[in-house]
């Protein structure tokens, strides 16, 4: 019947008239003889890409650019990231020294902050791109040079972070019992290089010396119950010592004064809530400081509200029942500079610090500590040093300004050297939180990015990338893991964590992590 359905379709023969089909055909019959309507020369002119194409010109087109991230952490991958979101074409190889990925993320974010590391999902997609490879177990510098990767990418990104911390420099800072925050972090993380520690927390008070947030980290650790910590991905060995630990004291102590402190709200009020532990502010260091805070910028000013408060507002009843019981203190002291680690009778271990009482000069976060001629001894066996993170240099090749402890840069594009690049703490220092290292990594990729799309960066001639690198590793011995090699290392991490009732279990020895992949 016409206009009857046939197989989900008009039939052939009966097609209604006026159909998309039916006008389809007659087009066609209408169409000139004798190949395009247009002269040849003429559509050869208005179409570049056909006349690329018919040309068979595509297989000459540019090379995809090569482009190497040196450092597996944050900045190593929110640069790869940015370039891979934004280059369609660019491939983008990840060197890491260790034979696992995520830097500071796994070896420096505290494991009672599960939520930070939640990044590692957005670093894990990046990773698994087509365009992106990874390359464990390889120290640039050593296993191979910057000027060799020079050669075998069209741009290079050194974004290694801060392998070292700055240094007190004063007597006593080399005895038995002062530790670096650095090296102490990294002991409780599973950081391979700290892993044999072994800190001695056999005194009750512990003194750490820094107001940020790795010192607030360091004393929420030392003073925070088992049963939380356990459920952490906190080493198995740094548990054990914890559980032993006879610290039940922490004071953290800084130059300048409240209004200068670098923690940020949030891990203060970690702080102010951690069962079992009481806040000690000294009333005196608050009094007055609302009127000084009025105006500050609102980060700032929450902060001093909430230390305010804590250290002037009687708790309610209830509250003040549960911080008499608490069996742990913890407390901020302002205006006091390290002048010595005080020795033990036999000189081997710390028993104090000495401290030199200052003033303020100036205001706000330029104000300046002096020291005003007085000095008291705080009792302690226990001293962390908090006072900041420092990159090294990584290749005699690469400037570095060594009183910053950065790689000298305008906008991540390293000075005097075209093709170099760096991102993250060696390019600005060890400072600000990981959305911080996210901007600036993003500004560096931009300069790559504006850098290839100028010209600047020469893609004419193809580089081979890893297939260089490979060779030169293969004959040093060297053998990079991959990163569907990381992912056995974490199933396994991942299975001995579940059987212990906690997110994962660190493997902290690089030749067990090997020995895992078959190296």
Known sequence: MPGSRRSGGWSRCEEPRGSWRSRHRERRRKRPQGGLSLPASLWYRSFPGLRRWLSGSSSSSPPAPRVCVVGSGPAGFYTAQHILKHHGGARVDIYEKLPVPFGLVRFGVAP?????????????????????????????????????????YHAVVLSYGAED????????????????ARAFVGWYNGLPENRDLKPDLSCETALVLGHGNVALDIARILLSPLHLLRKTDITDSSLAALACSKVKRVWLVGRRGPLQVAFTIKELREMINLPGARPVLDPADFTGL???VKDAPRPRKRLTELMIKTALEKPGEKAMEVQAAAPREWGLKFQRSPQAVLPTADGQRARGVRMALTRLEGSGDSARAVPIGDVEELECGLVLSSI?????????????????????????????????????????????VI?????DSFDTAQSVLEDLQVGVLDVSTSREGFGAVESILHSRGVR????????????????RGKAAGKPREKIVDPQEMLQLVGH
């Not at 402890?405 to 305008?410: D, H, R, Y």
């Not at 990079?480 to 299975?495: L, Q, R």
């Open 112 to 152: 009672d902050h599960p939520e930070v590391k939640n990044v590692v999902n957005t670093f894990t997609q990046t990773a698994r791109s087509e365009r992106c490879a990874y390359y464990g177990n390889v120290t640039v510098g050593r296993d191979v040079m910057v000027a060799e990767l020079q050669q075998a």
């Open 388 to 432: 900041g993170y420092r990159s090294l240099p990584l290749d005699p090749a690469v400037p570095f300004d060594t009183r910053r402890g950065v790689i000298p840069n305008t906008s991540g594009r390293v000075e005097g050297v075209p093709g170099l690049y760096c991102s993250g703490w060696v390019k600005r220092g060890p400072t600000g």
């Open 290 to 292: 609302e009127s000084a």
């Open 165 to 180: 911390n700055r240094v007190l420099g004063i007597p006593g800072e080399n005895l038995s019992g002062v530790y670096s």
């Open 480 to 495: 990079p893991v991959s990163f569907s090699d990381w992912e056995k290392i974490d199933a396994v991490e991942v299975a």
């Open 435 to 439: 959305i911080t290292t996210m901007n």
